[in-house]
């Protein structure tokens, strides 16, 4: 049996690479199953979702093999695998869904019904997500493959466009879902929330969508210069003009037709002063002020039932102050939760292989071997505009 090494989380702000079991044809309850594969790991990405672990602000264990972005070559695959064959690329969506459940049958397969006894929803290596070990690894399993995985047609032009493919297991799914759940099509206003790499994600998409004029908001300057690089119009959320004022210099009126939250529970307050402090709400009140009567909010920015590290009492149980009444007295739509990647996947794969859109370019894709992940970790964490993707096997390079 081959050896396996992977990422591990070993407390707040500390991750390590270190041996780690060989995936079995396994559930995480210890029951032997037939309908997996077992991946060598072809690309598997560090997500600001990791962050949120490793900065000690969920209930993640000491122990926790980590990665949920997955991309791999299948080297098994269990008898009961029928449209899969050994030596095929895929992107695994970073849900776990069982495709048997009500859930899956309605496409929602971020809340599968089956993966994770605790609560609906499965993801790999993530806190309260059903124990699927993390992809962070030389190899992982995979569950339900035929309903789960993504095949990527060709495999010598796969690896060409590996960099951005690489982004279909979460963050181009996650910004696109983010954009459409907002409404965006042609000739919209956006305004994205969030300049790290899925509000970029989310910026593209909406380009893909058709909008008129994208707007990405930040207080990471080197994030803000980065998204203007590519194209979008920015605003500088650490400045002490409100928002509403600097999206009125942009548009000549206060106000976008649709708005993107890729931030979430984590949010800064805004101005210099609010800027120094964490302000949960403050990210989901400046939107609904932002957007227009009967416009609609996309909820990407991830907000948790348990925050051991929040800003006060009502917050460590997710409860944050949200002007709802303003949501309602304008006639909101707001849609929030993991996003079903299957749902967009496969016509985002399309939009790669046909150049429509450089996803890899828009978030500074940024290979590093299995063994630089801490450094990875740390340099995301210190907020580079870049995202970094792992090469466990040196197949890019190869490539
Ligand atoms: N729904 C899903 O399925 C899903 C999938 C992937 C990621 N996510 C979530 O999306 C969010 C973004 O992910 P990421 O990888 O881009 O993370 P990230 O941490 O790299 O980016 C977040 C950015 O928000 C900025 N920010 C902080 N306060 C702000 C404010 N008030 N206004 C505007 N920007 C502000 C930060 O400076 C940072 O650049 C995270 O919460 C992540 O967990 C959700
Ligand atoms: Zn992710
Ligand atoms: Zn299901």
Redesign the pocket.
Known sequence: MSDNRGVVYLGTGKVEVQKIDYPKMQDPRGNKIEHGVILKVVSTNI???D??MVRGRTTAQVGLVLGHEITGEIIEKGRDVERLAIGDLVSVP?NVACGRCRSCKEQHT?VCLTVNPARAGGAYGYVDMGDWTGGQAEYVLVPYADFNLLKLPDRDKAMEKIRDLTCLS??LP?GY?GAVTAGVGPGSTVYV???????LAAAASARLLGAAVVIV????PA?LQHAKSQGFEVVD?SQDTPLHEQIAGLLGEPEVDCAVD?????????GHTGSQSE?PA??LN?LMQVTRVAGKIGI???YVTEDPGAVDAAAKQGALSVRFGLGWAKSHSFHT???PTMKYNRQLMQAIMWDRINIADVVGVQVISLDEAPRGYSE?DS?VPKKFVIDPHKTFSAA
């Open positions: 997500c600001g979702s962050q949120h970073f971020g979460d963050i996650t879902h929330a969030g300049a790290g790499p899925v509000g908001g930040d207080l990471n994030r959320l890729a931030v979430g529970f984590e949010a800064r307050g805004h302000a403050t990210v400046s990407p920015g991830l939760g993991q996003t995301f907020g």
